[in-house]
């Protein structure tokens, strides 16, 4: 790899996706609050060794990074994002549950029960789902 092409990996944007189902629940959850987003939290646990948390929020920190669609404000922290770069966020609506989850980008995985997920050399902190 030549050293432009370095240069440029390290100072690539990073960037997640959210998608319209995603953006429509947390518009309505967060109803006219202009102040209010969802936020991504990631941490070390789960069966996978990393457990992503979504909470709503209003207050933004100096290191947070902000996305949005369709009006909906999604924030995370810049090192819970250099965790999930290349994921989108979704709303899942079935009948046996509804949540929000990511949609990891390739070499990523997800444990069976879809709370915590691995990254390609990174383990974590994996502990049972139980």
């Known amino acids: 790899m ?41 941490e070390t646990g789960g069966c996978s060794g990393f457990r992503q948390k979504f909470s709503l929020d209003s207050k933004k920190e100096k290191d947070d990074k902000e996305f949005s669609h369709c009006g909906a404000r999604v924030v995370l922290t810049k090192k819970d994002l250099a965790y999930i770069d290349g994921s989108t966020v979704n709303y899942v609506n079935d009948p046996f549950r509804s949540f929000f989850e990511l949609q990891l980008p390739f070499g990523s995985s997800q444990c069976s029960c879809g709370d915590s997920f691995a990254l390609p050399g990174m383990s974590g902190n994996p502990v049972s789902c139980k």
């Open 2 to 42: 030549s050293i432009i092409s370095q240069a440029k990996s390290l100072f690539r944007s990073f960037a997640i996706g959210i998608t319209d189902a995603a953006a429509m629940k947390i518009k309505d959850l967060v109803q006219d609050d202009a102040e209010k987003f969802l936020r991504i939290g990631i």
